[in-house]
C-alpha cells in the first residue's frame, strides 16, 4: 500500500487548488463523509474551508469528489478524527510543554527517551503529539506535562542521538 503522501500526490499533482484542501483537511484532522467536511461530527462549511486555503469552493467540492472516488483514500478520510492539542493553552492551565525536534521523526524510542528523561524528574506527562513526518517538512513531537518543566533537563535530553532541539515552555 503506498503512503499517503504519495497517494495524495498521484491523486493531486496537477490540481493545486484542491491538493492545498486535502492538505489543510489533514492538517486539521477533518473529516470527509458523504460530500460534507465535517471536525469530527460538527459540520465545517466548504466556504470557509475555501477562504482558509484561498481557493475557489468548487476547488473544495472537487477535492471532496476525487477524495471519495478513490476507495483507499476515502476510507482513511472518512476515518480522521481531530483531537484537542493542548500546547498553546497550556501555560494558562498551569501545565507545561516540552517541544522536541528529532533529527529523524521516523526513528523510534523519540517518545520513550523523553519519557523516560521526564520520570527521572518526576515529571508526568498529560499529552503527547506528533507531527507526521510524511506530511509536515519539519516534523515535532509535543508533550504537556502536569507540572512546569525544569531547563536543567535540556542536556539531558539532548545527549540522545535522535534529539537535534529542545524547546521548554
Known amino acids: 500500500m503506498p503512503s499517503l503522501s504519495k497517494s495524495i500526490e498521484e491523486k493531486f499533482s496537477k490540481f493545486h487548488s484542491q491538493k492545498l484542501v486535502v492538505l489543510k483537511i489533514l492538517e486539521y484532522g477533518l473529516r ?3 460530500g460534507r467536511i465535517l471536525c469530527n461530527d460538527v459540520e465545517v462549511e ?8 484561498q481557493v475557489d469552493t ?3 467540492k472537487a477535492a471532496i469528489s ?3 472516488s478513490d476507495r483507499s483514500l476515502s476510507k482513511i478520510f472518512k476515518n480522521l ?12 492551565l498551569g501545565l507545561g510543554e516540552i517541544v522536541i525536534e528529532p533529527y529523524d521523526a521516523r526513528d523510534y524510542g523519540i517518545i520513550y527517551q523523553t519519557a523516560e528523561v521526564l ?3 518526576k515529571v508526568s506527562i498529560r499529552q503527547a503529539i ?3 513526518p510524511e506530511l509536515v517538512s519539519d516534523p515535532k513531537l509535543y508533550i504537556i ?3 512546569s518543566i525544569p531547563a536543567s533537563i535540556i542536556p539531558e535530553l539532548k545527549k540522545s542521538s535522535k534529539i537535534k532541539g529542545v524547546t521548554i515552555y
Open 32 to 34: 470527509v463523509d458523504n
Open 46 to 53: 466548504l466556504k470557509s474551508l475555501a477562504k482558509t486555503c
Open 58 to 60: 468548487r476547488a473544495v
Open 66 to 68: 476525487n477524495i471519495e
Open 81 to 92: 478524527r481531530s483531537t484537542m492539542h493542548l500546547g498553546k493553552a497550556a501555560p494558562f
Open 119 to 121: 520520570m527521572k524528574h
Open 130 to 132: 506528533g507531527d507526521d
Open 145 to 147: 506535562t502536569d507540572s
